[in-house]
């Protein structure tokens, strides 16, 4: 299991190996395809009351970081 900053988990049964908050069933890429679709913070929050801001904004870290990395290894 892979875990980054205590909030995004990466587990081989679950959701297919995507990149998930907290072990739930909330993949890194819901997150991003709510805010892409327009939905705010706060009604990402209000739908998913177990999320918190700090594990929205983890996401998009996570997210930022993967592509850092995939953009890097290219260059290379």
């Not at 998930?20 to 395809?33: G, K, P, Q, T, Y």
């Not at 970081?65 to 995939?70: F, I, K, N, T």
Request: hydrophobic fraction near 45%.
């Amino acid at each position: 299991m892979f875990i980054y900053k205590g909030i995004i988990t990466i587990e081989s049964g679950k959701r297919g190996g995507k990149p998930c908050i907290r072990h739930m069933r909330i993949a890194v890429e819901d997150i991003l395809r709510w805010l892409a679709s327009g939905m705010s913070i706060p009604e990402i929050l209000e739908d998913f009351p177990e999320l918190t801001r700090e594990d929205i904004l983890t996401a998009l870290e996570f997210s930022a970081e993967r592509q850092h990395r995939v953009l890097t290894a290219v260059a290379s």
